[in-house]
């Protein structure tokens, strides 16, 4: 399954409701429009109802049915509306438009309307790499710095129940390392034997997770099999766990520039999956993480 | 420049001599005779004499005038005869054969006839990335677990030696980090903020070092336009520093298996260069290590 299958997947869905946080902005506009040319579902914009319907109507676009502004007097004020929306279940998604990211999170945990669950927010990216037939998950390139092995579990959990929702029955997750062996001297070895066991004692269901592995062991056969490495992941991981937000953002960053992959990616673990995407994501990879994370919401 | 480049200027350059410790194997022959049909270098094999005549006759091959083998009765008396070969300057590349790592960098280290400089040994990987018109070197993807900040120094120093060696005269160090802001909970930033700063105060020399930078920074004009960074290094960093080696491990391994990369790479620090290709490379990475190692030993 690839990544423009989602889109295909959320255009043929009912249509899902993102409620979009500070929309006054040309970016975000865009890639709400975007969104609607390809029919992925309805929006919401919290904001300066002016300026949003300003940048709407420089589009010389008319999306009465599908597009509602509802005025906000600030960004935090906007956020708070966008995130009450999620809770009073009138959106499926949330998506941050032009608003710090720290403010955008601050609402998104409140306690009295917030959107937490008790589990880790953390970052889930999907990527399509050429020459692979299956999403690649890589988690977490951007959320968590170093992650202990309690938040690691949390974030595989995150993982497990995006790629469930787009279909993957049981996702295989490697818990990455530099090597494949278990080395007291590299805490990344231990903690990936960790979560292999809290898998196998049920701590961490609906997946099969089979680490410490190197990338290469976790990925292709050949490698796994150079290695003498026995394992029902090794080879054929769908889901790379990371063990620190450097390995994370070189692999994200190293499979977009140097390996041409599309990518899409939602912030996962709250009530409703989480558009998050910075000004440097191409237009693309916008409507990738909106599809994503409509594929991967409740209706 | 690229990789084939290297094996072209080892194959005109006066020919250098390469020192193996346990060659009595046939994956280390094989890349010893790939070496020699492209006239890289001459070779002093050390092992068992009686098994290296029989696998290098079985390739019905003579190489008379280009290899000699020098007995041993064991592999650890392999290494050390190689490695003294190299004190004693009758060759200037060493190369690891059949031969556990802990045993023959024992060799190398070795305080009377070892080859130690006083800097730490590190792991000097050279791609070249579909698309892009020069190398990228990544270190320390394979030695050093987690460097502190003097090690990376040592890591930098290593790194810039080699690729002044192969003509490019002033290298673009990026000490990567997950982001290009300086963050104190994040020692990556730290530290490749402070590797910055000692080149500025000529503590490492003959290169231009800025960071923190992440990924897409370094390597992206465009992305890090995006960032509005502006530095000599981003967007045209030929060495990428990495922080730990879980992240300089899966950039490896992402550029070889995603990116399609091709890699060669030597430990240096030593010396001279030293190969220590695994069973996992490819016959042509073996040869690239081989043609990077010539390239930069001195003569």
Chains 1, 2 share one sequence.
Not at 69 to 87: G, N, Q, R, T
Not at 102 to 119: D, P, Q, S
Not at 167 to 189: H, R
Not at 256 to 276: Q, R, T
């Amino acid at each position: 399954m690839l990544l423009e299958s989602l889109i295909d997947k959320a255009t043929q869905a009912a249509k899902k409701t993102i409620a979009v946080a500070a929309a006054e902005d040309q970016e975000v506009i865009d890639a709400v429009i975007d969104a609607l040319e390809r029919n992925l579902g309805h929006f919401i914009l919290y904001g300066n109802e002016e300026k949003i319907a300003t940048i709407l109507e420089c589009k010389k676009c008319s999306w009465d049915q599908k597009v509602k502004i509802v005025h906000a007097d600030s960004i935090a004020e906007a956020a708070e509306l966008a995130v009450k929306a999620v809770f009073n279940k009138e959106a499926n998604v949330l998506m941050k438009g032009n608003i710090p990211t720290n403010i955008f999170l601050k609402a998104v945990l409140n306690k009295e309307f917030g959107l937490r669950t008790g589990n880790v927010l953390s970052h889930v990216a999907a990527f399509e790499v050429p020459d692979f037939d299956r999403l690649i998950f890589v988690t977490d390139a951007a959320m968590n710095i170093a992650p202990d092995l309690e938040q690691k579990a949390g974030i595989a959990k995150n993982a497990v129940a995006i790629a469930r929702s787009l279909g993957i029955e049981i996702p295989k997750v490697a818990p990455i390392a530099a090597v494949e062996v278990v080395n007291p001297s590299m805490q990344a070895t231990m903690d990936a034997a960790a979560l292999t066991l809290m898998n196998k004692r049920g701590q961490i269901t609906g997946c099969v997770i089979d680490g410490p592995l190197a990338l290469d062991n976790a990925i292709s056969e050949l490698a796994a099999e150079h290695k003498g490495i026995h394992s029902d992941v090794a080879g054929n991981a769908d889901i790379l766990l990371v063990p620190a937000i450097e390995v994370g953002n070189a692999l994200y960053k190293s499979l977009v520039y140097f390996a041409k992959a599309k990518v899409g990616a939602v912030i996962a673990g709250a009530k409703v999956p989480i558009v998050l995407t910075s000004r440097a994501d191409t237009a693309e990879s916008k409507l990738y993480s909106l599809a994503l994370a409509l594929s991967s919401a409740n209706e």
